[in-house]
């Protein structure tokens, strides 16, 4: 360890020097607080030893620079003094000393001291590298969750896009990085769209995981039942379809993880669409110059209950009417007072939005939410996914 | 989250305070569980003090719930204050669950025949 002693006596400096060198320690010296900064800032230092009283500048001086300077490592401060009233000792202590020996020293009380000064330098040294290691863990999960962030979006559908005589648009921001809600839509024949919106119960990578291989095996339980033998249409009702999950993904009593979702097929040629409402917040019905509908009343969210049963709940979207999916991160947002944004307010928004394309109804929804919110931190995922059949 | 209990004759009240979340849920399942290996199986889940739940708190009464009629048992609610009803409504837990308007009625219900 290399220690530097501060004294302007010649003498003792030598002194402190010939000991300290005897028990091992490499020694720099300065003769004032001046000199010893310079020397601070140009070696790795770990321990200084000084004097209180000196021209220039003083031990206390010195001790109060160290401590507001960012030298690399923690430098551990020992004041030598002939004071030795507890008045004294406690003004050097709030200067920034760690440690103090009152001279004339004993060479055995010097060693000791030194090495509780080692003692604390090395659990300084060890926190220092648990840190570090802390700080590059965190930043590999954040880079991870960045990553896995981007994936999610990527499964998304294009935003305001036009398919098959209907136009689908939405909003997604999850609370985390990656979120429990999810949404989509599927061309599943010729005459035929299936779409959902789900939200995995919690938040986080946890939920994530859930809404990622449902994305998953939804496509598949769509597909499959889509093009059956001899390429005939097999699609499932939507009531088969979330009975079908809800087989599969009955929650463990430990992890109790489960979802609501609304999960519709939409027969593209006349606009018909039969839904099944899990839990989930009731879509809004835009009609054209009528009052907006709020399909269904609840039910059974999917993993929850085995023997949950589903209801079928029908439509027909006329050219110019729109459908909105949302989840509840939505309706229960929470401004600064606390209050819920609420689904009365969502719906006023979207009914005032009649006039206006499906994008800029879509960017007032979520500009209204941020301007409620508040911040850029949600308590909850949001998402909303919405569809508009084309006047054509 | 703090957890009130007391025993009412062969029923126990569990009484929630504040937010039941993803990590009150948690606490509620172990008391839950406790009882159940106490031979407690007749719960009321006293929800006055309860000012909101969240999914992951819905999902927990669910499993209380699991955990109590696997053992013969049952759960009865009491109190839920309005925001948390609708939340009841919609997902149809009020299905699930016997809720019941007084604490007395929620006792008494274990006592009546076939019960």
Redesign the interface.
Known sequence: MRILVVDDDKDMRLLIRSTLTGMGYEVLLASDGIEALSVLEREKIQLVISDWLMPKMDGLELCKRIRSSSFPGYVYVIILTAKDSKGELTTAMEAGADDYIAKPFDKNELGVRILAGERILRLEMDLEDRNERLSKALSLLQKDLEAAARIQKDLLPKANINSCGFLFDWIFLPCSFVAGDTFNYMKVDNDHICFFLLDVSGHGVQAAMLSFMLTKTLSSLILSGGFGAGLQSHLLSPVETVLELNRRFQADDEIMQYFTMIYGVMNIRDGRISLVQAGQPSPVYLRKGGEPVLIGSGGFPVGLNPNATFEELNLCLEPGERIILYSDGITDCTNQDGQAFSTERLVDLLQKGEGSSLRSLIERVEKNLREWRGSDEWEDDISLFAIERSIT | MKIIDEIVGKVTVLQPQGLLD?VA?DSL?NKVKNCAMNGQFNLVIDMSKVTLV???G???L??CL??IKKEGGDIRIYGIKDQVRALF????LH??FEIFDSVSAAIESFQRPGK
Request: charged share 25%.
């Open positions: 993803f849920a399942k969240d999914s992951s819905m999902g927990s669910v499993a699991r955990v409504e919609l997902i149809r299905h699930i």
